[in-house]
């Protein structure tokens, strides 16, 4: 993993590659490789879907090698949907395949100057970079079918759908799991318009005849890894609950403590939320059975296995299993409560290539407008279908919650820098509403995730009990989260074994060290955070972002939120406390 | 406003109670996790900790409630003290394992992360009488319900039976496959005429699961 591949889109007779030297990215993997290439070489003030854009797709650290659950692949660019820079990342197979071929990064540059579609093979042979129009609006998984007849059941697959052709804001990145099938999605900030907008469907990268990444030091590696996966094993959230539920194991939970956001986050509990729940979803996948069906891994090398595999009544393969955030945006902020109608909506996101949080959090705030009854799920897929096709309709909603408000004239609109909130009320989680506001991403939950930064001390020590922590605590957090996942590779779901176990955090650690010959120390890990921080910020800066930017929706404020009636109450002086350290 | 027809009334009706009792072999007893997750009433004296709750009255292990449950809701708010906040008539007490996320973090009993979500954590100190007979509505989650629902389960639970028939109605072949014996009040009852009754809106049911 010591090259990048360089793709120019838009060179003179047709697109060209070439490969390099890592140079300043030494030692960058991830969002850290992401956000440094990105902040230096894309012009802040560029059109996202211009030719002096650049989409930055990069494995993690220790991605292709044996480190257990290390497979996330980071997406970077300048966002359609933010207009500021945007991280996206996502599971599947890819990450650890692009790591084994030998690639720190590909860099898609440039754009066509006809509207033509490119699909791009990756082997140990080479790189091939074919015109392809046969693909053009297949969605994604006639696009993996079509790959998998072409290159064979090994490869695996990154690819739009019909919304990243149509340049749309919502638009995903699908990476395709080890069923090859297209489920793992970059999801947020329009990642795959900037991928249509190079004139590229989709790219196949097969390692075949590769061997593993070694580490430099492979008995203290191995022994870190062993360590590194008794420790997720043992911890009750990565060892019990997350293979048996799923993350929507949250739903039944958050909806009692009154943050479960419900029909465009007008009340924080939603009264049959239970039928959709981690527990009923669990059951109902356990009673179908089938391949996969309620604990299932989404790349080799998971060990925690979140995922699974939802069939319908008939027994007949749907979706994977959809995750809590996705249950939340089409079920309980629509007022939904149908798994298989959820479930559908799924399939449809990712075969269109959408982002289900932004499709969900649109399609509420287009009920709201009157476009449909809340609770009707054959209208909600009737709208997403219409996504799909590229209806008027369709465009707008494609284009995500904020310009869907602006259309259809809604006050109630939940995003932040344009991205639209996920599953959890920043009134009745307000350290959660700090991240919201703040991050460099727009409105994102998995920006501060629940890393150790109890053991990081990235920001001094916090009382935990008292209320003026939050600030720190969200600072602290998103830190953390930038280094000790996104920036290795990691999945985001081994946080709570490194938050509860020093010695698997250090595991963790250890691994990093000894595969890549360093001496890390936790303060290093935080240093590294804190310098993706600075490159994100510093770009979002330049393309005209101020601290009014770090804002949630005024009627967060104002508007008292059911049955807590609590309003956001954190101070924008406050808020523009948090990059200060 | 939001809808609220299937929460739990905080005074229930007890002049009328069915008996269900439902029969499976050990091996092969469906889920009822959506009963243990929208809650039954059990009887309680109340006026006291949440600790003492549920170790003394439910019987519940010290060890298990302090390590096991890991985010516990009072009336749908956070917990972080099981021994100052105290169990009033009416209470709602939900129970669930270590969650993902940072809401998970965020909602555990005296996490680290407990300020994030400080606007909701329980702080009263209403005065209340203690060892007043009352009811109390307990939900279960996740990997609680799953070990501790079996035995609320067996010694039976008190639900409303609309719920019931709602549940009865939307099961299929399998669940009555495996149900091997059901009686209401005593009375052995068939699939169809358990789910054809039409239950009045305020009835309640002990739903009892026997296993053998």
Not at chain 1, 256 to 263: C, I
Not at chain 2, 21 to 43: D, E, I, N, R
Not at chain 2, 174 to 179: A, E, K, S, T, Y
């Amino acid at each position: 993993m010591d090259k990048i591949l360089r793709i120019n889109m838009g060179a003179d007779g047709g697109p060209q590659f070439s490969e390099e030297a890592l140079g300043d990215y030494a030692g960058l993997g991830g969002r850290a490789l992401t956000s440094a290439l990105i902040n230096k070489e894309v012009p802040p003030l560029c059109h996202p879907l211009g030719a002096d854009n650049k989409l930055v797709i990069a494995p993690g650290l220790l991605s292709g090698s044996a480190a257990a659950m290390s497979g996330r692949m980071s997406v970077g660019c300048k966002s359609p949907l933010t207009g500021g820079i945007k991280e996206s990342n996502a599971g599947g197979q890819a990450s650890q395949v692009l790591a084994r071929l030998g690639y720190a990064a590909i860099v898609l540059e440039g754009k066509p100057a006809e509207n033509k579609l490119h699909k791009i093979s990756i082997t140990k042979d080479g790189v091939k970079i074919v015109e392809d129009n046969s693909l053009c609006m297949l969605g994604n998984y006639d696009t993996v079918d079509k790959m998998k007849a072409e290159f064979g059941e090994k490869m695996c697959c990154i690819s739009i759908g019909p919304a990243g052709e149509m340049k749309m804001g919502a638009a995903s990145i699908a990476f395709s799991d080890m069923e090859q099938r297209p489920t793992r999605h970059a999801g947020r900030g329009g990642v795959g318009a900037v991928m249509g907008s190079k004139g590229v469907k989709t790219i196949v990268l097969d390692d075949a005849g590769m061997k593993m990444r070694s580490p430099k030091d492979p008995d203290k590696f191995k022994a870190a890894n062993k360590e590194w996966v008794a420790g997720l094993r043992k911890h009750p959230v990565t060892g019990e609950g997350l293979p048996a539920y799923g993350t929507n194991v949250l739903t039944n939970v958050i909806n009692e403590a009154g943050g479960y956001p419900t029909k465009n986050f007008m009340w924080g509990q939603f009264d049959t939320c239970s039928k959709i729940s981690g527990e009923t979803q669990a059951e109902t996948e356990n009673t179908r059975g089938g391949e996969g069906s309620a604990t299932h891994g989404c790349h080799r090398g998971c060990i925690i296995r979140c995922s699974g595999t939802y069939y319908d009544k008939d027994g007949h393969y749907l979706t994977k299993q959809p995750e809590y955030e996705t249950v939340w945006a089409h079920g309980g902020n629509c007022g939904i409560d149908d798994l298989d109608a959820i479930a559908m909506l799924d399939r449809l996101d990712d075969d269109f290539g959408l982002d289900t949080i932004e499709m969900g959090a649109t399609i509420a705030v287009a009920m709201e407008a009157g476009i449909a009854e809340f609770g009707d799920a054959e209208a909600a897929i009737n709208l997403v279908k219409e996504v799909g096709q590229g209806t008027h309709l369709g465009r707008i909603l494609g284009n995500g919650a904020e310009v869907t408000g602006k259309v259809l004239g809604v006050e109630r609109v939940p995003t932040v820098k344009g991205q639209a909130m996920p599953a959890y009320d920043p009134r009745a989680i307000q350290g959660i509403g700090v991240t919201y506001a703040t991050s460099t991403m727009g409105a994102d939950h998995t920006a501060g995730y629940a890393v150790a930064t109890n053991i990081l001390s990235v920001g001094g020590s916090v009382d935990p009990l008292k209320p003026e922590g939050q600030i720190e605590l969200s600072r602290n957090l998103q830190i953390a989260t930038a280094a000790a996942t996104d920036a290795t590779g990691m999945c985001l779901f081994i946080s709570f074994a490194i938050l509860d176990q020093p010695e698997t955090f250090q595991a963790l650690i250890d691994m990093i060290n000894a595969f890549h010959g360093l001496s890390l120390t936790a303060d290093d890990i935080s240093e590294m955070g804190k310098s993706i921080l600075k490159n994100e910020r510093d770009f979002n800066a330049r393309a005209g972002f101020t601290a009014e930017h770090d804002r949630l929706p005024a009627y967060f404020l104002n508007e008292k939120l059911p049955p807590h009636d609590v309003t956001f109450k954190v101070k924008d002086e406050e808020l523009d406390q948090v990059f200060n350290w | 406003m939001n809808q609220t027809s299937n929460e739990l009334q905080l005074r229930p009706n007890t002049s009328e109670v069915d008996q269900l009792v439902l029969s499976f072999t050990a091996k092969q007893v469906p889920a009822f996790s959506q009963f243990l997750g929208q809650g039954f009433y059990v009887t309680a004296c109340t006026g006291i900790s949440i600790k003492a709750f549920f170790t003394q009255q439910l019987e519940m292990n010290p060890q298990y409630l302090e390590e096991r449950v890991q985010t516990i809701l009072l009336d749908g708010q956070p917990v972080d003290d099981t021994d100052s906040a105290k169990v009033i008539n009416g209470s709602v007490l939900a129970l669930s394992a270590a969650l993902p996320g940072v809401l998970g973090a965020t909602l555990r009993k005296g996490g680290y992360y407990a300020a994030m979500r400080s606007h909701i954590t329980y702080t009263s100190n209403l005065a209340c009488e203690q060892d007043q007979q009352g009811w109390v509505i307990i939900k279960l989650f996740n990997l609680i319900a799953k070990e501790l629902g079996p035995l609320f389960l067996a010694r039976g639970i008190l639900i409303q039976a609309t719920e019931l028939a709602d549940f009865l109605q939307r099961q299929g072949s399998v669940f009555w496959r495996l149900c091997r014996e059901a009686t209401l009040n005593g009375q052995s009852q068939t699939a169809q005429n358990l789910t054809d009754i039409q239950w009045p809106a305020d009835r309640l049911v002990h739903l009892q699961i026997q296993t053998t």
